[in-house]
T-cell receptor, first 111, second 113 residues
Framework: TQLLEQSPQFLSIQEGENLTVYCNSS?????LQWYRQEPGEGPVLLVT?????EVKKLKRLTFQFGDARKDSSLHITAAQTGDTGLYLC???????????FGDGTTLTVKP | NAGVTQTPKFQVLKTGQSMTLQCAQD?????MYWYRQDPGMGLRLIYY???????DKGEVPNGYNVSRLNKREFSLRLESAAPSQTSVYFC????????????FGNGTRLTVT
C-alpha cells in the first residue's frame, strides 16, 4: 500500500499570513494532484503536477513536485478567508488512475 | 453539464437494512470510483470501474457491492448495513489514462444506527 502523509493535519492562521502544506511519501508517483474540499461538497481539483521539480502557480497558490516525485508542497501567499477548507493531495502511478489520497490538511483562515 | 450526480444526499439506516447509492456522470468518462471519507482518515477507495463492464476492489471493499450499469452509471450497494459503515460516500469519475484527475459528486452522508 502506498501511503501519502500530509502535514500539518490542522492549520489555523490569520488573514494575510503565508502557509505551506506538505505531502510526503516513500513511493514514486507518476503524477500528483491537489484538491480542495469545502463542507458538504466533494473535492475539487486545483492542480496536477507531473514532472519532477515542477512548479505550478495558481494565483496565490504555488505547487511544487519533488525532484524524485515522492513529495509535494502547496504554498499559499497572503491567505484569505475564502481559502478555508480541506486540502487533499493524491498520488497516481497506474494507468487506471487509481489514486492514493493523503489524510488532508484542514485550513482555517481567520479574518 | 451536471458533472457527477449522487443520490440520495442523506440517508439513515438501521443495522441490517440494505440500500443502493446511485451515481451518474455526463462527461463520457471511462472510469468511475466509490470512496468513503471518515474523519482523520481521508478518502479510502471502496471499488472502482476502469471501464464499462469491469469492476475491481479497492482498499476497503468488505460489506459493499457495485454495479457498472452502463458507461454513465455506477451504483454502490450495502446488503446489510453496519454502524461501521456510517460515513460520507463519494462517487468520482475520470477519463482513462495517466494523470487524469478525479471529478467528484457532492457525497451521500449515511448514518447507520
Amino acid at each position: 500500500t502506498q501511503l501519502l502523509e500530509q502535514s500539518p493535519q490542522f492549520l489555523s492562521i490569520q488573514e494575510g499570513e503565508n502557509l505551506t502544506v506538505y505531502c510526503n511519501s516513500s513511493s514514486v508517483f507518476s503524477s500528483l494532484q491537489w484538491y480542495r474540499q469545502e463542507p458538504g461538497e466533494g473535492p475539487v481539483l486545483l492542480v496536477t503536477v507531473v514532472t519532477g521539480g515542477e512548479v505550478k502557480k495558481l494565483k496565490r497558490l504555488t505547487f511544487q513536485f519533488g525532484d524524485a516525485r515522492k513529495d509535494s508542497s502547496l504554498h499559499i501567499t497572503a491567505a484569505q478567508t475564502g481559502d478555508t477548507g480541506l486540502y487533499l493531495c493524491a498520488g497516481d502511478n497506474t494507468n487506471a488512475g487509481k489514486s492514493t489520497f493523503g489524510d488532508g490538511t484542514t485550513l482555517t483562515v481567520k479574518p | 453539464n451536471a458533472g457527477v450526480t449522487q443520490t440520495p444526499k442523506f440517508q439513515v439506516l438501521k443495522t441490517g437494512q440494505s440500500m443502493t447509492l446511485q451515481c451518474a456522470q455526463d462527461m463520457n468518462h471511462n472510469s468511475m470510483y466509490w470512496y468513503r471519507q471518515d474523519p482523520g482518515m481521508g478518502l479510502r477507495l471502496i471499488y472502482y470501474s476502469a471501464s464499462e463492464g469491469t469492476t475491481d476492489k479497492g482498499e476497503v471493499p468488505n460489506g459493499y457491492n457495485v454495479s457498472r450499469l452502463n458507461k454513465r452509471e455506477f451504483s454502490l450497494r450495502l446488503e446489510s448495513a453496519a454502524p461501521s459503515q456510517t460515513s460520507v460516500y463519494f462517487c468520482a469519475s475520470s477519463a482513462l489514462g495517466n494523470n487524469s484527475p478525479l471529478h467528484f459528486g457532492n457525497g451521500t452522508r449515511l448514518t447507520v444506527t
